[in-house]
């Protein structure tokens, strides 16, 4: 079974929907990340969280909004979906011994 | 953190090795240099990282130069699988939560 799932890998919405992402860790890291992916363009961090209690805002987070309802999973939303909001959304676990982070299969919505 | 450079593309004949470049010149004497790929659409993967050792793992190898303004990237013996995005990362321990992507190496491998 895969460490990082993300549910569902696919969706397509209608502009003013309300859309949540979500991902569950099973490697037992405290930290937690949020991504989205442009065509052709690199990661861009959304949130991240240290653990349970403590939730930062990334570089683009205007839009979105997260919830940590456990150590293992992490929950991404959209309040009010957007076209510019289509993308390729990633999320990832880390922990800060070894500094690297391990990434979901990734979550492609398109917004109609 | 530092920024990296990286060239745009490059191309490897299955079976040979890779060797990919990535400048850090204002790489900071307590910054790591990391190494994930991303294989076509699917989540970045981990490979390898260092400070200033030469490092090496079952994936690939990681060389840093002595003054740490460059490093090389070598996967051994390529296969078609490797064909993915590869970036070059400089970040501190400390920032962890700041995994800066830029555009990557195109690693095309052919058979």
């Known amino acids: 079974d895969a460490d990082v799932t993300q549910t569902p890998r696919n969706r397509i919405t209608k502009t003013g929907k309300r859309i949540m992402l979500e991902c569950s860790q099973t490697?037992?890291?405290?930290?937690m990340y949020w991504y989205r992916q442009d065509p052709g363009l690199g990661l861009r961090l959304i949130y991240y969280s240290f653990d349970v209690k403590d939730i930062n805002k990334g570089e683009i987070s205007d839009g979105y909004s997260v919830s940590r309802q456990a150590q293992a999973k992490f929950s991404l939303s959209l309040e009010s979906a957007i076209p510019n909001q289509t993308a390729l959304y990633f999320c990832?676990?880390?922990?800060?011994?070894?500094?690297?982070?391990?990434f979901g299969p990734g979550t492609r919505l398109t917004v109609t | 953190d530092a920024k990296t450079t990286q060239p745009p593309s490059m191309d490897c004949a299955e079976g040979r090795a890779a060797n990919l470049p990535c400048n850090h010149s204002?790489?900071?004497?307590?910054?790591?240099v990391y190494w994930y790929r991303q294989i076509h659409s699917q989540g970045p993967q981990y490979i390898i990282h260092g400070l200033k050792n030469n490092e090496t793992n079952e994936m690939a190898s990681l060389i840093i130069t002595e003054d740490r303004k460059s490093s090389t990237l070598i996967l051994p013996h390529a296969t078609l699988r490797d064909t993915a995005v590869y970036y070059c990362?400089?970040?501190?321990?400390?920032?962890?939560?700041?995994?800066?992507f830029g555009a990557g190496t195109t690693v095309t491998v052919r058979a």
């Open positions: 490697k037992g890291h405290d930290r």
């Open positions: 990832a676990t880390g922990t800060p011994e070894r500094g690297e982070q391990y």
């Open positions: 990362i400089v970040r501190g321990r400390s920032n962890d939560y700041k995994l800066s």
């Open positions: 204002t790489i900071s004497g307590n910054e790591y």
